[in-house]
């Protein structure tokens, strides 16, 4: 659906962005949790199993936080009419420009004295993004956490994923915080997100004692 900025569905794809970047930056802060465990406390089966799932949410919510910011660009929710291969073509192209163009302003902020000095040595960014590095991205977004494909067992190494494309997914992460992260204490209104409850309406609510918890719904039905 194309749309206008600043109208009714403008206004409701920025909520709803916002709400994939927190989802994003919660996966992230998961993650490095469970990895600064894993440092400290050595690599276990459960530590790892806790980590993969955390990274491969990161990667989820960030690439659809990535195809969401494509379609505002796009005034489109469905960022293209194009389907197939020439979609896809479409969608890495836009990822890889914004990796590159990162990559770019901290090498140029570095060169020309205005680069925060929390940034990296300049040879940290002189890079480009490898050229399979959207086709990866969209991979892994697809096998390794959004269908269940039996790669990711076998052929899909997280682990070199991460060794070779982390600072790339970071800095479009790290990037995007200052829009759409959380800016205050108190918590943003997501409208139908954060309306969501499941205390039963007076109307609906059944007979007897209210359950401890939502496992024991059916139960006390």
């Keep these: 659906m194309k749309f206008e900025a600043g109208d009714e569905i403008d206004n409701d794809h920025c909520t709803v962005l916002t709400h994939e970047f927190l989802r994003c930056d919660d996966a992230f802060k998961e993650f490095c949790k469970h990895a600064e465990q894993m440092i400290i406390q050595g690599q276990t089966r459960e530590l790892s199993y806790k980590a993969y799932n955390a990274y491969t949410s990161f990667i989820h919510h960030l690439y659809e936080f990535l195809m969401g910011c494509h379609a505002r660009d796009a005034k489109n929710t469905d960022i293209t009419n194009t ?15 914004h990796a590159q163009r990162i990559m770019d302003q901290y090498r140029d902020s570095i ?72 800016r205050s204490e108190e918590f943003p209104n997501l409208k139908e997100i954060t309306d969501f409850s499941v205390t039963l ?6 007979s007897g004692a209210q359950p401890r918890s939502f496992q024991s719904l059916d139960a006390a039905r």
């Design 201 to 206: 309406a007076e109307e609906n609510a059944y």
């Design 111 to 182: 060169r020309n004295g205005t680069a925060p000095s929390s940034v990296n040595h300049i040879s940290c960014y002189e890079i480009t993004v490898p050229s399979d590095f959207a086709k990866d991205f969209r991979e892994f977004r697809n096998k390794a956490v959004g269908h269940v494909a039996y790669e990711r067992a076998s052929t899909l190494s997280l682990s070199a994923f991460y060794q070779k494309y982390h600072k790339f997914l970071y800095l479009l992460y790290r990037e995007s915080i200052y829009w759409w992260g959380k």
């Design 83 to 97: 389907r197939g291969d020439q979609r896809i073509k479409i969608i890495e192209g836009y990822v890889m420009h």
